[in-house]
């Protein structure tokens, strides 16, 4: 058949927040991980779409292993950035370390899409996307086209429509 065309991805965001949890879900499941595990640097995956072909660079989102981010900013050309929509407190620490990342000069100025995350949709105190929207000031983000999902990475909702939404603004 027809090859795919290969993009990168980052995968971004806090520690806890459910990275990793999500990739698992987008392999196929032949190919999924039954125990996760927080990540230590970071892991390289890979799911295919309908088109394109994923390769994920799943960050870790420990605060010691966050320097490693930027490395990897130059070969991404779409991120995923995900938020643990319980985590009230830790709110404010996602959006510094998103405004950093929209700031840095690997990323300011291009045109690279944004798929957010609002996960754990499940949990009882979760806030909605929109208000995880709000929090981030996502509406300041003007130069890049971006979308919020809410999501339950465990099992699997709302993961579809976020990777089409990627998958439309690459094609
Ligand atoms: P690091 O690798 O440390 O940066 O974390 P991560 O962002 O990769 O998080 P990971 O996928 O390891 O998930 C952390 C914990 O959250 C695990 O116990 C997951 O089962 C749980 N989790 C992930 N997504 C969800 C969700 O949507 N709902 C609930 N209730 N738990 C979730
Ligand atoms: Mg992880």
Known sequence: GLKKKEVNVLCLGLDNSGKTTIINQLKPSNAQAQDIVPTIGFSIEKFKTSSLSFTVFDMSGQGRYRNLWEHYYK??????????????LRMVVAKEELDTLLNHPDIKHRRIPILFFANKMDLRDALSSVKVSQLLCLENIKDKPWQICASNAVQGEGLQEGVDWLQDQIR
């Open 75 to 88: 070969e991404g050309q779409a991120i995923i950035f995900v938020i643990d929509s319980s985590d009230k």
